[in-house]
């Protein structure tokens, strides 16, 4: 994205610009921004664009349009949401060798693979950008500008807390920094407790907490927090899931610390950002590879017993919670 953005201060924008990624947020972003700098803001901007999807894209019209001179601008732009440009690959990389200056595509898809012919291409005459979720310090800072805009302050350590259990996309992290903005009222600092108040955390983050407290005995808060999580409509089926993929998840990180990788190798060989990686490797230091295969193998058990018909989903999962707390 830094990239696009020195590319419209300098004002040498490329022939494309291919944007991929889960985060529909950052990528709108970088559509408007781009379209803004090709095109301005004049009655004449819509007259020199043109946009196609996967229901209305037809080569031969998108072909033509590439090669109209725009009228009374500097650009004409062509946006490419989601259209497969499938056995016309060969022409379309030709005519982005002849295509005039003054016409900008942008192309949005939700992945890219390096290997295609379409990424060599736009790679040589533009630019590929991956917007994929925002992780660590740049989520952190996303959230940050967002109470700021709100007149709010946050501490690093606050703003972490609320990125790690602030689940969802860029849009999500908008609605509930107003949320907790709203809530803050005059105050002119977030706290920690307002967004255990307001926000809505993410299931995972609740599972995570469940698997502290059972590691650390304390059998009390476990059915606290298994019974947070049937308040705000849970399966108890869907939370054993949870479960066993959060441990199956610990086992793999106890077999690649033994190892000796580093927190960055991790990250990298799991593809889980850093500071999660962190987050589990701490949790497991109070953890032992038997503890966390007798929890694997409970869970697996427990849930045959369910579905079996054997026991209650909720009873056993119940059952299960109690089993592992006195281990």
Known sequence: MKTIVEDIKKQELRKI????????????????MLKKAALGSDEEADMNFTSYNEQNFDFKAFYDTVSTVPFLA??????LEGCKIGDEIDTFVS?????????????????????????????????????SELTGQNRIDFIVRELNKYGKGVTGSVAAYFAENVGGDLYNL????????????????????????VCIMQ?????????????AKRGERVMGICADLMY???????????????????????ELKNKGLSVASIAQETKTPDWLVKKRLNLISGMDSKMIRHAVELIGDTEQ??????IDIQTGLEIMLADLSCV
């Open 232 to 254: 705000l409509k849970e399966s108890p089926m869907r939370i054993l899931r949870l479960l066993a993929n959060e441990y199956l998840r610990l086992a793999t990180l106890v």
């Open 305 to 310: 017993q369910i579905k079996s018909g054997d």
């Open 95 to 131: 005519m982005l060798d002849e295509m005039p200056q003054t016409t900008l595509i942008i192309m949005v898809e939700k992945s890219i693979d390096k290997k295609t012919k379409l990424y060599k291409a736009v790679a040589k005459h533009g630019y590929v950008c991956d917007l």
């Open 203 to 215: 299931t995972e983050n609740r599972i995570f907490d469940l698997i502290g407290e059972i590691a």
């Open 174 to 197: 908008m609605n509930e920094a107003h949320k907790v903005a709203s809530y803050a009222g005059d105050r002119d600092h977030i706290t920690k407790a307002d967004i255990d108040e």
């Open 17 to 32: 610009y291919l944007l991929s990624g889960s985060e529909t947020y950052l990528v709108r972003h970088c559509v408007r």
């Open 74 to 79: 500097a650009y004409r732009v062509v946006l």
